[in-house]
């Protein structure tokens, strides 16, 4: 279970720290770092945002602090939770290159919904 921040804007959902990228659904052509939808093991759609990419976890955390602390000042912005990306999970979608983002990338990510 984790605590959360409750914005003015934000959805109500089962805690978070729980969910797992079950399908990598396509990775998006725009955008650096490979965004790519996802499906999570809770059924819902994300785009996730590596950390093994760009920025790398430090510029995930900044964006996932940033985006809550708006929310909970009650800007409308795009909800953010922590989504695990398992090692295991097989090459589905995309070139060498982004498989190769998918390994470096493995544990806590970012989905963006």
Request: with cysteine; proline share 5%; glycine share 12%.
């Amino acid at each position: 279970m984790s605590t959360r921040i409750v914005g003015a804007n934000e959805k109500e959902y089962a805690p978070c720290m729980d969910e797992s990228v079950s399908t990598v659904v396509r990775v998006m052509s725009l955008g650096g770092g490979f965004p790519s939808l996802v499906k999570t093991t809770a059924g819902r759609h994300l785009i996730m945002k590596l950390r093994g990419v760009g920025q790398g976890t430090p510029g995930l955390l900044t964006e996932f602090i940033a985006l809550r602390l708006a929310s909970a000042l009650g800007l409308k912005v795009p909800y953010v939770v922590p989504i695990m990306l398992n090692n295991t999970l097989p090459w589905q979608v995309g070139t060498d290159e982004f498989y190769e983002a998918l390994q470096r990338s493995s544990g806590w990510n970012l989905g963006v919904e």
